[in-house]
């Protein structure tokens, strides 16, 4: 399970933004469209699940399970090279059949394949937007905010 800590710079109903610090981590991660470079290339805001009811100002506690990450990982990075392979290999084996140069007929399968691969990604992503399977959560708050403190988020 990752863990990170941050500053929450607003909430909206269930979800909260908050200001972290980038990792290596964020160049993998299928959220990154979620995030917001906040100027310094070290410093983004993410918007998280809330259900702890963290308010802004709050320090708090962020995790993403390592299986979902894992999960994400393998979908964004080797299901698509798998699908064209397949393709290829299927082209390949069929274009006999048509006459056709297997050379040619493997690229088309494969890119085919590749393109049907990538729309099924859009298409799990649009689905976990909806549902926020995938979005980080709050699980703890680290520090209150002052009550009486003004910040400028």
Known sequence: MALEE???????GDTALIRTQRTTACEGCSERHVCHSMGNVKEIEIEVANPIGATAGDIVVVTFKTGQLIRLSFMLYIFPIIALVIGALLGNSIAPNFDGDPSIVAAVFGFLFFGMAMTAIKLKDRQARKTGRYRPVIIEIKKKAHPNSKQNF
């Open 6 to 12: 941050g500053i929450i710079t607003r909430t909206t």
